[in-house]
């Protein structure tokens, strides 16, 4: 067995850890059980956690890429533009779902897993920006819109309607109208 497939072997066997207990309770011991290694092999090619932490995000976002926002930020009418995003964010969370409520349960218990988290953070930021443009809002209340399109976004908002028994279109519609209400509702107190 080569150096690269011993490597594979220890990061699907850390992703797939992470997925079922979360990385804060995912053990070295575990990780070497599972990918059939000693814990010193493990050490060998991750030498701390953050080097395994990188690794292990950059096998799962390889097979679960965050939505490409380009296609719909080009949209102009902006209730339009978050209905195709959030369509594309929901399906993206349903199917990491496992993986996304965990690695955001353990971010603050591991330093190590906010740096690895912090470029999703900021796609989430720029996303949400993005979104909030366009809904006839002064400067002034803007950021009351752009906290409404930051909430629809939020993996939590989507598990708890989730959990609710609705289904990702419904969902959608319902964050659509918040922000739409909310832009709306700004608008009329000029």
């Keep these: 067995m080569g150096k690269a497939d011993t490597r594979r072997r220890i990061v699907e066997a850390t992703v797939e850890l992470h997925e079922e207990v979360g990385p804060a309770a995912t053990t070295i011991t575990a990780i070497a059980e599972r990918a059939g290694v000693q814990r ?9 956690d953050e080097a395994l932490l990188t690794a292990c995000s950059a096998h799962w976002t390889e097979r679960h890429p965050v939505p490409d926002p380009s296609r719909w930020l080009g949209i102009e009418d902006p209730r339009q533009r978050l209905e195709e995003a959030l369509a594309e964010i929901y399906v993206y969370y349903r199917d990491g ?11 603050e218990e591991i330093s190590e897993l906010a740096q ?5 953070h900021e796609y989430m930021r720029e996303v949400a920006g993005g979104l909030a443009a366009g809904w006839g809002t002064d400067t002034r209340r803007q950021r009351t819109v752009r906290a409404a399109v ?12 989730a959990a609710q028994g609705l289904s990702d279109e419904e969902i959608g519609e319902l964050m659509v109208g918040l922000v739409a209400d909310v832009a709306i509702g700004l608008a009329d107190l000029r």
Excluded at 116 to 120: F, I, Q, T
């Design 40 to 48: 010193l092999t493990v050490y060998r090619h991750f030498p701390d």
């Design 116 to 120: 690895v988290l912090a470029p999703w």
């Design 150 to 161: 930051a909430h629809t976004l939020d993996f939590l908002t989507w598990r708890s309607l």
């Design 97 to 107: 779902a496992r993986m996304v409520e965990k690695v955001l349960r353990d971010e």
